[in-house]
Every structure is written in structure tokens, then in C-alpha cells.
């Protein structure tokens, strides 16, 4: 299964350096020097990372044969992407890969069914559920541990506790009035 690590930003320096936004949680695992990355556009790649470093809080990526700041910023906005086996799941048991998350059933702790999760979306602040509601209208929910309280993979749902308005619009509304 394929997914999506990291996004390369501006070249840095002019030794063939790229700024990464990163989209993983295992960094020091998906983005170390040697491995060998998909990218998307695929015309950019296989990219083999030849070496990192944290500067002033952005990691610096150096890929094999891009060794100017032209070659780094014709790689601008090119995603990376990991092969990684579906079977392993990451270390941290409150961590999800974006494969486990997708179509799983969203409801409220009141038992409230909200719709179901068609896609996450990662914001440099925060990652979002996009819920498709049975009407076949969206919401985003914000993937925070005030917010998403409870992910059960074997029952293949989350459980929210959505702040007044970001479900229903009544709450929204009538809270204004007021």
C-alpha cells in the first residue's frame, strides 16, 4: 500500500537541499537517508533520500542527483510516497494510518449517527475527518482528542463529542440569538 509521507517545499541553499512538509508520524522511519520514495507526479521519481536535517524547526531533505538549487526547485510541491506493508500499524496505539480511518462510521457519544469518513485531510494545524452525512452532505471534524474521543477499528467507528455548531446548524443558530 502506497502513502503519502511527506510534500517538498522551496530549495534551500543552493547545494540541492528542498524544505519537507511532513505528513507522517515516523519521520526518522519513512524519511532517513537511503530510503527510496514514490513521487507524485511519478515523472520526478523513485527519489532516494541522500540525507536530512532539522534546521530552524523544517526538515531539509538532499535526494540523490539533485544536486543544485534548480534541480531541488523543479521538485517543488512533488509528493513522497512510502510503500509500507497494510498488515503493520504504527507504533503508538493512539496513532492511525489514513487506510484504517477511511469509511469508518461516525457517531456521537450519544449514539447520534453523523456519517461516514471518506477522507482525511492534512492541514499544516491539525488533521481533518471529511464525514459524508447520509444525505450526502460533508462535514469536517477536526481529528483532536477533545473532539474524537474513541476509535474502535473492530467495531469500525468513531466516537465524537462535536462542540455546538459543528454538526447542526440549529445549535449554531440559535446560540447567536441568544
Given at each position: ?9 522551496r ?23 537511503g ?9 520526478t ?8 536535517r532539522?534546521?530552524?524547526?523544517r ?15 523543479a ?11 497494510p498488515?503493520v ?5 493512539d496513532e492511525?494510518?489514513?487506510?484504517q480511518l ?8 450519544d449514539?447520534?449517527e453523523?456519517?461516514?469518513i471518506?477522507?482525511i485531510s492534512?492541514?499544516p494545524?491539525?488533521d ?11 462535514v469536517?471534524v477536526?481529528?483532536?482528542?477533545e473532539?474524537v474521543?474513541?476509535?474502535d ?5 468513531a466516537?465524537?463529542d ?7 446548524d440549529?445549535?449554531?443558530s ?5
Amino acid at each position: 500500500m502506497q502513502l503519502v509521507v511527506a510534500r517538498i517545499g522551496r530549495a534551500h541553499g543552493i547545494k540541492g537541499e528542498v524544505t519537507v512538509e511532513v505528513r507522517t508520524d515516523e519521520p526518522e522511519l519513512r524519511l532517513a537517508p537511503g530510503a527510496v520514495l514514490l513521487t507524485d507526479p511519478a515523472a520526478t521519481g523513485p527519489l532516494t533520500i541522500e540525507t536530512g536535517r532539522v534546521h530552524s524547526g523544517r526538515l531539509l531533505l538532499r535526494f540523490v542527483g539533485v544536486g543544485d538549487r534548480n534541480a531541488a526547485e523543479a521538485l517543488r510541491n512533488t509528493l513522497l510516497i512510502a510503500e509500507v506493508d497494510p498488515e503493520v500499524l504504527p507504533e503508538d496505539e493512539d496513532e492511525y494510518y489514513d487506510h484504517q480511518l477511511i469509511d469508518l462510521d461516525v457517531v456521537t457519544k450519544d449514539g447520534v449517527e453523523v456519517g461516514r469518513i471518506t477522507e482525511i485531510s492534512h492541514l499544516p494545524s491539525q488533521d481533518l475527518f471529511v464525514v459524508e452525512r447520509p444525505d450526502g452532505t460533508e462535514v469536517l471534524v477536526p481529528f483532536v482528542e477533545e473532539i474524537v474521543t474513541e476509535i474502535d477499528l473492530e467495531e469500525q467507528r468513531a466516537v465524537i463529542d462535536p462542540p455546538p455548531g459543528l454538526i447542526d446548524d440549529e445549535t449554531a443558530s440559535t446560540r447567536e440569538e441568544s
